[in-house]
C-alpha cells in the first residue's frame, strides 16, 4: 500500500488573498527578521485581519535554523495558543515553523528523534500553513524537516508525514525581484528535487509526473528568472516549480545529492541549492555507471539530444545541467567555492561521515559506500568526471 500526499496548493499572483476566507482566532508566524523588513508579514498579517484573526509573529529565524531557535518558537507559541501555524519564509523558516509546531502539540517529543514510524497526533491545537517567498526547498508541499545541530555541525534531517502543510499559498508576487544568486541556488535545488525523485529507488507512478514536469519547468525557466528577477512568467513558473518539485520529492525521497549535499552544506556553510546542485551532475554520472537508472526518460522528456540508452541520456543530462551553470554562474566544483584544498581534506573523513548518516543516501539508485564518498567528494572538489 503506498499514500499520495499533498497540501492543498494556492498558487498565482494573487493567492494571499485566499487567507482571508480563513477561518480561526489566532495566527502565530514562525520567520525571519527580513519578511518583517520586507513588508511580507504585514500583507499576510492584513489578510489575516480581514477574515478575523490575531496574529503574533516570531521572527527569529536563522538560515540554517538550529534546535535551540525552535524550542524558543515553541515556548512563545505555547504561550499564545493559536490555531494556525505560518512558516513564511524560505525553507529555513518553514522547516523551523514545522518543528516548532511539532513542540507546541508535542511538548514531550524529541525533536532529534522525529521519525515517520512514530504517531504524534499533530492537528489537536493548531494547523500548519506554509507560504514560500523563494522557489527552491519546496517544504510547502513535503513532510521534510532540516535543522542543523550547530554544536555537532551536522544536520538533522527529520520528518514525520503528520508535519505535511495543511496549505501551501505559492503566491510569486513574494519572490518578484529576488537577487540572481539566491535565485541560481534555490533553482538548482528545484531541479535537483525534480531529478532525484525521479531517479529514487522509491520513485512511483503518482511521483513520476510531478518529478518530469517540475524539472522541465526549472530548465526552460531558470534563466531567464536568473537574467531578469522582475519577469513575472519565469518567476511564477519557477514558483510552481518548487511546490511541484516538493511533492514529487515528498512522495519518492531524494538521492546522493543531497546526502553529500546537507554534509558539505553543515561543514563549509554553502547553502543548500549551492551545495546540492553542484553535486548532481557527478551523482548523475556515478548512479549511471551503475546501469538500470531513469535518465534517458528524463533525457527523452525535457527532447535533450540523447538516443534511447541509458548511458547516452546520462551524458545528455549531465551536458544540459552544465550548460545551465554557464548560464547562471553556477559553481561546477568544490574549489570553485572558494574552499580551500587543506581545510577540504582535512574534513573529508566528516564529510564521508555525515553523507553515510544522512537517510536521503538510502534512495539512491545507486548505493555508495565510504570509499564511493570519499572518492565522488573528491571528484566534486577538482571536478573531475566520475569513472567508476
Ligand atoms: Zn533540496
Known amino acids: 500500500m503506498w499514500i499520495f500526499s499533498s497540501p492543498k496548493v494556492v498558487f498565482g499572483d494573487d493567492a494571499l488573498e485566499y487567507l482571508e476566507n480563513l477561518r480561526g482566532q489566532r495566527a502565530f508566524f514562525v520567520t525571519d527578521a527580513n519578511m518583517v523588513a520586507f513588508g511580507f508579514v504585514d500583507q499576510v498579517q492584513q489578510r489575516l485581519a480581514a477574515a478575523g484573526l490575531e496574529s503574533a509573529v516570531f521572527a527569529e529565524v536563522e538560515p540554517n535554523p538550529s534546535l535551540q531557535t525552535v524550542r524558543r518558537a515553541a515556548e512563545i507559541m ?60 519546496g517544504s510547502e508541499a513535503t513532510w521534510a524537516t532540516v535543522l542543523t545541530d550547530t554544536e555537532l555541525q551536522m544536520k538533522l534531517s527529520m520528518g514525520t508525514p503528520e508535519l505535511l502543510p495543511d496549505l501551501a499559498i505559492v503566491d510569486s508576487s513574494l519572490v518578484l525581484g529576488l537577487p540572481p544568486r539566491i535565485t541560481a541556488d534555490t533553482g538548482m535545488d528545484v531541479l535537483t528535487h525534480a531529478i532525484e525523485a525521479y531517479t529514487s529507488t522509491l520513485a512511483n507512478d503518482f511521483s513520476d509526473g510531478m518529478a518530469l514536469k517540475a524539472a522541465e519547468l526549472a530548465l526552460t525557466y531558470l534563466p531567464a528568472a536568473y537574467a531578469d528577477g522582475a519577469d513575472a512568467e519565469a518567476r511564477g513558473r519557477m514558483h510552481n516549480a518548487a511546490a511541484i518539485a516538493g511533492i514529487a520529492f515528498g512522495n519518492s525521497m531524494l538521492g546522493l545529492s543531497h546526502a553529500m549535499g546537507h554534509s558539505l552544506g553543515a561543514v563549509f556553510h554553502v547553502p543548500h541549492g549551492r551545495s546540492v546542485g553542484l553535486f548532481l551532475p557527478y551523482v548523475i554520472e556515478f548512479t549511471a555507471n551503475g546501469g538500470g537508472t531513469r535518465y534517458a526518460d528524463i533525457a527523452h522528456f525535457l527532447r535533450l539530444p540523447a ?59 545507486r548505493f555508495a559506500d565510504s570509499d564511493d564518498l570519499a572518492r565522488l567528494f573528491m571528484c566534486a572538489y577538482e571536478g573531475r568526471p566520475v569513472d567508476w
Not at 499533530?122 to 526547498?137: E, V
Open 78 to 137: 505555547a504561550a499564545y495558543e493559536p490555531d494556525w501555524v505560518i512558516g513564511l519564509g524560505g525553507g529555513s523558516a518553514m522547516d523551523a515553523a514545522k518543528a516548532a509546531w511539532l513542540l507546541y502539540e508535542r511538548p514531550d517529543a524529541d525533536p532529534t528523534a522525529i521519525n515517520p514510524m512514530e504517531e504524534y497526533g499533530l492537528r489537536q491545537k493548531a494547523r500548519l500553513i506554509a507560504i514560500p517567498t523563494t522557489s527552491g526547498t
Open 307 to 365: 538516443g534511447d540508452d541509458e548511458a547516452a541520456g546520462a551524458a545528455a543530462l549531465v551536458a544540459a545541467l552544465r550548460d545551465l551553470a554557464q548560464q547562471i554562474d553556477f559553481a561546477c566544483s568544490i574549489q570553485a567555492l572558494g574552499i580551500a584544498r587543506d581545510a577540504f581534506e582535512q574534513a573529508l573523513p566528516k564529510l564521508v561521515a555525515n553523507a553515510e548518516a544522512d537517510n536521503q543516501l538510502f534512495f539512491n539508485a
